[in-house]
Nanobody, 109 residues
């Protein structure tokens, strides 16, 4: 069975950075498309970044976030720089109809 486990969230000051990790089991990421979504309170879930044969980043995150994959550990990373309070949300990993449990990112001074 497919399991996705996210980690790396936390509290960070505006302008700071975080790196989120999504470790997959029961699925091989290099043969799949893996997404990072986020959901802020009262807002719909939105796509942040995607990686399959090549990475893609949502417009609001371009120049600040990067997505990458480590095939040896079956992990997808989301490096987030220049964070601002609007980035506060629960971040979820998603692939082939499976969601992780999410990791909270809070950007606040």
């Amino acid at each position: 069975q497919v399991q996705l486990v996210e980690s790396g969230g936390g509290l960070v000051q505006p302008g700071g950075s975080l790196r989120l990790s999504c470790v997959g089991s029961g699925i091989t990421f290099k043969f799949s498309v893996v997404d990072w979504y986020r959901q802020a309170p009262g807002k719909p879930r939105e796509l942040v970044a995607q990686i399959g044969s090549r990475p893609d980043i949502a417009d609001f995150a371009k120049g600040r976030f990067t997505i990458s994959r480590d095939d040896a550990t079956n992990t997808v990373f989301l490096q987030m720089n220049s964070l601002n309070p609007d980035d506060t949300a629960v971040y979820y990993c998603y692939t082939t109809t499976h969601w992780g449990q999410g990791t909270q990112v809070t950007v606040s001074s």
